[in-house]
């Protein structure tokens, strides 16, 4: 077999996988998103995830609920303004009366109504402590939430290039059972014409009959992992969609040189990482915890005013809108001598989490290391193996065409030229997953030291 023939087999298994996906999903791209209906890039994937991934949606909610706790927690030091009213009527033989008959006797009616404010100026130190631990809380709270991104973000990239991998796979496969196809008819033409054996035809057949079941495992690799990264963009498949789903990816696997030095990496994880800066933030917390549950040891002053309405007691006859009203100011000291050691457990377990906290913080950043370390040892290991695969590929194709060449020759086997076959195939997977496993490797090094995942674009070389 040529060479221009194995080019022009290798561009028509390519043709047929890339037009076969849009011929597959046309029927349901009446009921896509727009979005889904045109190629996408991974930046274009990043920014779908961000907006309707269900995690990071969630975590939205989360975010808001803890700025709930954040008003709930500063409401320890503003004041307090609270109204009150009551109507009562009691029966007539309920009212004790006087025996002195100028005495007026008490109404059966009674009513009152009052507003007061109430702001407490010192509890020990509790109310710093709040002011302090909604700060934290909010910080801590965001934090968590970048987190969350992170992670999803780097999700997404990794699903990205899951499915370049099997869309690869597929072409890849394709050739190969193309070219063996074609060895298999080379063989039944020569067995026809008497120049080889009937066995040469059986393992031309053997050959194509195994390599089947890798393209049919890469064409379901590529269903799956499209689904996969249609549910971390947030998309809900139409229910007549079977099996190939109507997503469309414009970018490709690339080797782009990336150069990282590993100790500014840690530096730079402990640096940037949100879930450890998230632990810190825990730690001031339980810091804050520790300073108010000591604040049980000491007093606590309020101060209040008020403005009150009462009806008259003694006015006859009694009367509901005989009124008395006026102002009320004051201030109230309030010190716990002895609470049955109730201040003393608190303060006991709130130092006893806030050294579990600097312990998480502490071991946080052991782990964090660790995960850089793995991370740039995978990524080394990744790029090694892309390097060792550069020349790989053009070997293995010229292989093949020197066994081809050999076989017509008479001077080489059939048990040759599959066997070339098999190396290029190899030869192609091995290009494509190692391409593969360097984005993702990458990636990984990316999301363990810090940067920011959606920061595709310029990659630091």
């Known amino acids: ?32 998103p727009a979005w889904v209906t045109r190629p996408l890039s991974l930046v ?23 700025y709930g706790i954040v008003i709930q927690t500063r409401a320890v030091a503003l004041p307090h303004v609270v109204a009150s009213g009551q109507y009562k009527r009691t029966e007539r033989s309920a009212i004790e009366s006087f025996p002195v008959s100028t005495i007026p006797q ?11 404010i109430v702001q407490s100026i010192y509890e020990g130190g509790k109310m710093v402590a709040a002011i302090r631990a909604a700060r934290l809380t909010k910080e801590q709270s965001l934090l968590q939430y970048q987190t969350v991104v992170q992670d999803t973000l780097l999700n997404t990239r990794l699903a990205y290039y899951d499915v370049l991998l099997a869309a690869q796979q597929i072409v890849v496969h394709e050739a190969s059972v193309a070219l063996l196809s074609k060895e298999l008819e080379d063989q039944q033409s020569r067995y026809h014409a008497g120049t080889v054996p009937h066995f040469n035809v059986l393992r031309a057949e053997v050959a194509v009959a195994n390599e089947r079941p890798a393209l049919i495992q890469a064409r379901n690799n590529y269903r799956i992992a499209k689904n996969n990264l249609a549910n971390l963009l947030g998309y809900n498949l139409p229910r007549d969609i079977w099996e190939d789903i109507p997503l469309n990816l414009s970018d490709q696997l690339e080797a782009k040189p990336y150069q990282i030095d590993l100790p500014q990496a840690i530096e730079q994880a402990l640096a940037s990482r949100t879930e450890l800066a998230a632990l810190r933030k825990a730690e001031a917390l339980q810091r804050e915890n520790v300073a108010s549950a000591r604040s049980g040891y000491k007093p606590t002053v309020q101060v209040f005013a008020g403005y009150g309405w009462y009806n008259a007691q003694f006015t006859q006859p009694a009367d509901l809108d ?40 502490e ?29 790989v590929q053009a070997e293995a194709e010229e292989a093949l065409r020197e066994a081809e060449a050999r076989a017509t ?18 030869a192609r997977t091995t290009q494509i997953q190692a391409l593969h496993d360097y984005a993702a490797a990458r990636a990984r090094l990316e999301r363990a030291t810090g940067a920011d995942m959606v920061q595709t674009q310029n990659p630091k070389s």
Request: with cysteine.
């Open 363 to 391: 071991d946080m950043g052991r782990q964090i290391e660790l995960e850089v370390r793995t991370a740039y040892s995978q990524f080394i290991e990744a790029r090694e193996v892309l390097d060792s695969q550069k020349t």
């Open 1 to 32: 077999m040529k060479t221009t023939r194995l080019i022009f087999l290798l561009l028509l298994a390519g043709f047929i996988a890339g037009s076969n996906a849009p011929a597959q999903s046309t029927a349901a791209d009446t009921n896509a």
């Open 409 to 426: 020759a008479g001077t080489g086997t059939q048990l040759d030229v599959l066997d070339a076959q098999t190396s290029l195939t190899q």
């Open 44 to 66: 274009d994937c990043l920014n779908l995830a961000l907006s309707q991934n269900a995690t990071i949606l969630k975590a939205k909610s989360d975010l808001q609920a803890n």
């Open 322 to 361: 005989h009124d008395i009203h006026g102002w009320n100011a004051g201030a109230q000291l309030s010190w716990d001598i002895f609470d049955g050691m109730l201040t003393r457990g608190k303060v006991v377990q709130a130092r006893a989490l806030y050294e579990r906290s600097r312990t998480d913080v």
């Open 106 to 116: 008490l109404p059966d009616q009674n009513w009152n109504a009052g507003v007061q």
